[in-house]
């Protein structure tokens, strides 16, 4: 079983729409959260970080729910140049290793 | 400020080859990494340094070897390239640890024929 799981998708979304899309984790111990997006041939760049109350930047809202071990993200009013790949990352110890999820791709159509 | 920078960007090794791929950061951070990427995987971490002068390995070490060679560059070197190794090769750095934000390279898309 992978540590950190995705759909891959896609997911569809007309421009001004809302989308959301989960992550689970499968280690209880994990400590640290992270959204990641990675546009087509880039680099990842970090998104957002996932607190444990929950956090918003802008139209980006993430959740965490540790008794379930997944972490969420949700993209209000969808833009074109949302359209990319998000990666959920999840810290496993205080040092060190971070586990990237393969991702899950967002498409953006007009 | 060029933050992450790595070379080369595009690689064709035939078996049994090798090569080293560079990575430096002007950031001054404390922590380095070298993951790669395969499709339908997530990143998958290679080999990290959590400070100049220390090296350990990550989750998928064989077939490659790092160094630090101080406290901006970090290269990973492929002794004897394999098709296997066929991936994208990130490189990325942190201020300190996993705590933090990770900073990445444009990547180095590497061919093993």
């Known amino acids: 079983r992978k540590e950190v799981e995705q759909d891959p998708g896609p997911f569809n979304v007309p421009e001004g729409a809302t989308v959301a899309f989960n992550c689970t984790y499968s280690?209880?111990?994990?400590?640290?959260f992270f959204w990641y997006r990675q546009d087509c041939r880039k680099e990842p760049k970090l998104l957002m970080s996932?607190?444990?109350s929950g956090n918003e930047d802008g139209r980006f809202t993430a959740q965490l729910n540790r008794a379930s071990q997944y972490i969420s993200l949700l993209i209000r009013d969808s833009k074109l140049s949302d359209s990319a790949t998000y990666l959920c990352?999840?810290?496993?110890?205080?040092?060190?290793?971070?586990?990237f999820g393969a991702g899950t791709q967002v498409v953006v159509t007009p | 400020n060029a933050g992450v920078t790595q070379t080369p960007k595009f690689q064709v090794l035939k078996t049994g080859q090798s090569m080293t791929l560079q990575c430096a950061q002007d950031?001054?951070?404390?922590?380095m990494y070298w993951y790669r990427q395969d499709p339908g995987m997530g990143l998958r971490l290679i080999y990290y340094?959590?400070?100049?002068?220390?090296?350990d390995k990550g989750e998928v070490p064989n077939g490659y070897n790092v160094s630090r060679l101080n406290k901006r560059e970090f290269s990973l070197r492929l002794e004897s390239a394999a098709p296997s190794q066929t991936s994208v090769y990130f490189c990325?750095?942190?201020?300190?640890?996993?705590?933090?934000?990770?900073?990445f390279g444009p990547g180095t898309r590497l061919t093993v024929t």
């Open positions: 950031m001054n951070h404390n922590s």
């Open positions: 990325a750095s942190s201020l300190q640890g996993a705590r933090n934000e990770q900073y």
């Open positions: 340094s959590a400070s100049e002068g220390t090296t």
């Open positions: 996932v607190y444990s």
């Open positions: 990352v999840v810290n496993i110890k205080s040092w060190g290793k971070l586990q």
């Open positions: 280690n209880s111990a994990s400590q640290s």
